[in-house]
Antibody, heavy 116, light 105 residues
């Protein structure tokens, strides 16, 4: 069974940093593009970033470009999202996702709250 | 960015009825469109990909159609577990974008 388990969410103040992790199991991790998607009541679902199987290619949503960095460790079946200079509008549930042309597997999500 | 418009935001049905949801793209996405279902407290789940292909394990009562800018999702014979929010999503270009969702209640 495919499983994606996120961790690292929590409450931070504006301007601070947070690193999300996602551990995959139940499938061969290394051939897949992996993504981070967030959800808020106001903006809905936003596809933030993705990363190629070997980590040498990635894309970012303009609103997080330069602040967020996606990376992966295929030996650990893990993908990460380093989030810097966090803003109140980054408050959301963050999902790790497996990309198979579309998102065919999602994690359970981790809540990030940015507030003073 | 490609904007996907789902309207109305809420649709009301009774169990057993047929529901048809719509998704309109601001420019052509060919058939690079997916539909997801999200139940309260859960992550979204892939239902339809490539506009009309059911994902693994999705019941036959779900069907998708359309190409270019106009798409639809039909649920034939609503089951209690189908009352949820449905999102469309395009993957023809970056950034990938989602519609705002239609809640089936």
């Amino acid at each position: 069974e495919v499983q994606l388990v996120e961790s690292g969410g929590g409450l931070v103040q504006p301007g601070e940093s947070l690193r999300l992790s996602c551990v995959a199991s139940g499938f061969n991790f290394s051939p897949y593009w992996m993504s981070w998607i967030r959800q808020t009541p106001g903006k809905g679902l936003e596809w933030l970033a993705n990363i190629a199987p070997d980590g040498d290619d990635n894309y970012y949503l303009d609103s997080v470009q330069g602040r967020f960095t996606v990376s992966r460790d295929n030996a650990r079946n893990s993908v990460y999202l380093q989030m810097n200079s966090l803003r109140a509008e980054d408050t959301a549930v963050y999902y790790c996702a497996r990309e198979n042309w579309y998102v065919d597997s999602w994690g359970q999500g981790t809540l990030v709250t940015v507030s003073s | 960015d490609i904007v996907l418009t789902q309207s109305p935001a809420i649709l009301s049905f009774s169990p057993g009825e047929r529901a048809t949801l719509s998704c309109r793209a601001s420019q052509s996405v060919s058939t690079y469109l997916a539909w997801y279902q999200q139940r309260p407290g859960q992550a979204p789940r892939l239902l339809i990909y490539g506009a009309s292909n059911r994902a693994t394990g999705i019941p036959a009562r779900f069907s998708g159609f359309g190409s270019g800018t106009d798409f639809g999702l039909t649920i034939n014979g609503l089951e209690p577990e189908d009352f949820a929010t449905y999102y469309c999503q395009q993957r023809i270009t970056w950034p990938r974008t989602f519609g705002q969702g239609t809640k089936v209640e």
